[in-house]
């Protein structure tokens, strides 16, 4: 077991509060026994049919998790651990030392505390950026910038009544005005600020937001339920002209295991809980869910729900349509859920497909039943170099063609492999870079490849061991008829463990003119090479002709595989020197990738979702018709718009 | 090949029109490739983005498929190939020959022409009938009992200018005045008729589809559209008190083939073809669905969309909603599809789920592209005996906890095993009985069963044959450790062989005062024993309750396995000699019933759909503000209830 552990954690339990993995299994064993005792009863045979309903604990109740609490990611006051105007965690970033040399900070990830040679070299080169040239961040906060809270005396009375904490501090607010969009982080940055939440609100269960969304009902207030904030889709950024009062519906406090069923391999869960939380909790009583977005630090499973959240095993455990058994929802009109929980029904068109990806147009998302599995007995991470990114693509189709996709299969491309030698930490045997890695490997064979066109897939298998094993040879058989050459298990972890590191380098290219964002796309197979090497070029075009005075960053990685089709991700970044309105460039940028993936048969979203930032194309995307059933269906949810945050339609 | 063919045949190809199957394979993919040429280009690289949309082939043209038409199994006039009041062909049916003994006319099934000598003896010795008492059907239909169409005159002016054909006589209307359930077969049979439509049309494609619907519009007329009329939840039932005239649109010449995407493996189809003619045609080309549901003689590809059906290999080919990639459904507001072939988006709530499951009530589904797949190498049957039901369900759980399901796997109860004697024919290897087959595997093993307490799971593995071995290992030995005992090949293979033929027993009984039906649910793995156990008993006791003389058959298996339930299936039949209004006693019973599954935490149904048989619960079912805004829906979508079939709301 320990072998799956040691691998197992560097997913989600990277950082240091991740004990469970290291203590003994039968031990956890009992707690979720003890658990299980607790909660026991949820689906005996009921007297009457209404107990079949899947009933919210009282907040009062489930002491057993109560007492797991301190062990949760997100405190109601997020200052007290995360970065105010940046990703992540105060205590990790990205930074050049005195000597020059980048450094990341902290305790948390791997990489914490370690020095990265290579990083300022690539930095320098790719963007032609100088360290001499800085755009510092302001270094705090000034209360005295962020606009008043308009109050509606009315509701804050009634919402004292409650007893549900609140607050109007300025910091509080701040927290819940963005996501991680480039324009959000750029003005935050600054300290600009434009309409911002006028109220916090932290309901610790599903009985107390239906008190908070009659309330806000009745005193016609604006709520924006939010999560974990990692929004990319301005999903979270209030409506300039919004003039009710805009309450931030914080559900990081309804983060608990109601009940974990080991029959029907269920779990009933608050919606506030974040991706890592879940996965740790679980972890203790032999259990994952599988479900692994890149943002699951801190993203929550209420906001996967309401976007539709695509996790990077799912080739096993399936994105979040296919996890979900049930859904509570709160909404203006009441609760919406199904009164069962059969795995499978033909009762009409399928409710639960109102909820996902509604994006808090029509409700918070309380409680959800989800599929769990046992943890895996064993995990193996892999890499294959290919001779050219045609060659990883093509095998790629092959490997969805004969079903056989592991856990995960990524395929960067050249550009990305060239950027895998920035991150080399000074001293590492792991974090030996790729190339050195290969050198190790084939230090004949790979002679015959061309580092500026070579790619690389990473791999995971998860499994029983001896299928694994069978599993691995399957795929790198594939693999070989492609060119494919085997690269290790050291390169295939590195590439899975800088997931979460990756998102933190944003924040250090500001410090030195350099902006950049991530945007996806799902597209058939025979589209995906056009489409990638399109919208790399036509961001390398629209960057010359707005004027843009060095050559940007633009590169992609294939991340899901489907039967007909795939996930393409893309990074685009650049130096703005002597641009007088960057973001506004940035966004027109964007805007025309967006347009030239559309124009390639890419989809508007393949996981990130619409938010206001993609709402334009909505309606070409699913038709008149299909955007009249989604606002008919929002204007009778919620005929008054108390779900305000104005995404999608 | 030859072997998979043998035994692929049998499934959806049982009768003689299936050359295809016997002919030469290379020489298909012949075909195939001239038809790829022909429909060339739908994917490629567009000029702008308009071109990406999924278009509609002129009716005329797609000459290479109208030539296929004479293969189709479903003709305009229907009543050339089917009967007019009871299941199937005409040309086969059971019946008690002058010896009394039992056999099935006909030459289009394995059975076809056979001498079934058991049968009667379980049919008395079942249901206490007797071949003296007889309750024959009305021999043909009496158009002069049919009422009168109700004919709007502009509408009907209108539509002869269309030049899309159209018929009032009374054949082809009664044709599509019902479906399947037992009081729409019982008033056939007596020449009751009812509230019928008043005209049917066929248009050829989605064109002369959306023609049609701007004609209903403009004259206010009601139109339900008619697939396979294999309904069993009375969903293309007139509503007795609609006034307009009722349109019946057959969609049965909308079946063709439009393309064929190797690169990507999808298929874009007409709606109106039947399962049989799909299958059929692409396994010329080398391809298949995968998608069996066991109607699938006569149903349509639209009709799954619309009522959300079920695979018997789902396991491997998913459910209707796993298989589509791009709906086009035209609604009184216009058509409704996507702009792109994606293969998984989060772009708000996904509008295919508000088509899937809207049973006719939102508008006509035209066109579908559905995921294909290569035909297998390989496919294997199997059989398992356990030592009762309980250790039956238990293994099946087993095997989906461990993700290990074969593409088929189906558990009977005692009766139905019982009853699989009853369909031994006289001469016959593959028909020797069950019991036979078991004894010859296992004449000592098998002393130590309970004839009166086993039961039998079928199997069937697909895939390349080391795979379908190891695989065939490892669920047999799951089934060890519950006492199962493998029964063989022939045992498994009968069971889906009798699944198409099972369905004309229903018309025999009638023949004898016997009636019955069919429904189903989904569970979650917890319940599934005492769901079952409970509706049975329930059915018998109501049975008394409610008068009838004769103890009922009451019997179920589980037919479809998942994570985290099971659906199960119910056969219920009962002598009613001596019942003054049979039709509402079983009506009362068949309530009392699904109200007993409701209570045991099933769902409203698995795959059969709402219609108007079960509306009644559906509020429940999907709480009040979930059935808001399926309402809201509808009234956005068709304000003047144009398609007034009037289910589910």
Redesign the interface.
């Known amino acids: 077991m320990y072998h799956f552990l040691a691998l197992h954690c560097l997913h989600y339990t990277l950082h240091g509060s991740s004990m469970a993995s290291n203590s003994n299994i039968s031990e956890l064993q009992q707690n979720a026994k003890e658990r299980l005792r607790i909660i026991s009863g949820h ?1 005996q ?2 007297a ?2 209404e107990q ?1 309903r899947v009933s919210a604990n009282e907040c009062k109740a489930e002491a057993a998790d109560r007492s797991l609490e301190k062990n949760r990611t997100i405190p109601k006051r997020r200052q007290e651990t995360l970065k105010w105007n940046g990703w992540g965690y105060n205590d990790s970033k990205f930074m050049f030392n005195k000597k020059g040399q980048a450094e990341f900070t902290g305790k948390r990830y791997r990489l914490s505390g370690m020095v990265l040679p290579a990083l300022r070299e690539w930095f320098e080169k790719t963007f032609g950026a100088s360290l001499e040239h800085k755009t510092p961040a302001r270094s705090a906060l000034n209360p005295s910038e962020v606009p008043p809270p308009i109050l509606n005396e009315g509701f804050v009375q009634d919402l004292k009544g409650t007893a549900i904490p609140f607050s109007h501090e300025a910091e509080d607010r701040i927290f819940r005005a963005h996501g991680h969009c480039l324009h959000e982080v750029f003005a935050l940055r600054e300290g600009k600020f434009e309409r911002v939440p006028d109220l916090v609100v932290w309901p610790n269960c599903h009985k107390e937001v239906e008190k908070i969304v009659e309330l806000a009902c009745k005193h016609n207030i604006c709520v924006m339920p939010f999560g974990g904030g990692t929004s990319v889709s301005n999903a979270v950024e209030c409506p300039s002209d919004e003039k009710r009062t805009i309450l931030s519906l914080d559900t990081s406090q309804m983060n608990r295991i109601l009940w974990i ?1 080991e ?4 779990a009933h869960v608050e919606a506030g809980i974040v991706g890592q939380d879940l996965e740790r909790l679980l972890n203790e009583s032999g259990y994952c869910t599988g479900h692994e977005p890149d943002s699951m630090e801190f993203s929550t499973l209420g906001g996967w729900v309401a ?4 996790g990077m095993k799912k080739n096993i455990y399936g ?1 979040i ?1 296919d996890l979900v ?1 049930h859904i509570r929802m709160v ?1 203006p ?19 639960y ?7 808090g147009t029509l409700g918070v998302v309380t409680e959800v039943t989800i ?1 769990i599995r046992p943890i895996p007995e064993y995990q193996k991470y892999g890499s294959v170099v290919f001779p050219n990114f045609d060659q990883g693509v093509a095998c790629l189709r092959e490997v969805a ?1 004969q079903r056989c996709a592991p856990a995960s299969i990524r395929l960067m491309d050249n550009e990305q492999f060239q950027f895998g030698h920035a991150l080399k930490p000074q001293v590492s045997s792991i974090f030996t870079s790729f190339l050195d890695g290969l050198k190790k490997f084939y230090i004949t064979k790979f002679k015959g490849f061309d580092p500026n066109q070579l790619c690389v897939a990473t791999l995971l298998f998860e499994g029983d061991r001896e299928k694994v094993l069978q599993h691995e040879k399957q795929v790198y058989d594939i693999a070989a008829k492609f060119g494919g050459l085997a690269a290790g298990e050291d390169n295939g972890q590195r590439g899975y463990m800088l997931t979460f590191v990756i998102a933190y380098l944003r924040d250090l290219g500001m410090d030195y003119y350099v902006i950049g964002e991530s945007f996806e ?7 995906v090479l ?1 489409l990638c090497s399109n919208v790399k070029e036509r961001i390398i075009r629209e960057c010359k002709e707005k004027g843009v005075q060095f050559p940007p960053l633009s590169t992609c990685r294939v991340t ?1 595989t ?6 393409v991700y893309f990074y685009f970044a650049f130096n703005y020197r002597g641009l007088s309105d960057p973001v506004h460039v940035y966004d027109q940028i964007e805007h025309a990738a967006r347009e030239e993936i ?13 938010g206001k930032l993609r709402k334009h194309w ?1 309606q ?7 955007l ?6 929002k ?3 919620d005929p008054n718009n108390i779900f305000g945050n104005r995404n ?1 339609l």
């Open positions: 689906l045979k009921p009457n049919r079949l069923d029959k029907n391999l269920t976007t539709r959240a695509s994105n349509e058994v909404t009109r009441g609760v919406i859920e199904k009164s069962c929980q059969g795995p499978r029904m033909s009762t009409g068109p399928d409710i497909h109102f909820i996902m990806g509604s994006e599929k063609k796309t799902s597209v058939p197979w025979d589209r056009d899901q489907y039967d007909a089709g795939a996930c559309l124009a390639n048969g890419g989809s508007l979203s393949h996981h990130h979702g619409v909505l070409e995307t699913i038709s008149d018709v299909g009249g059933m989604l606002r008919s269906v204007e009778y949810v999608l």
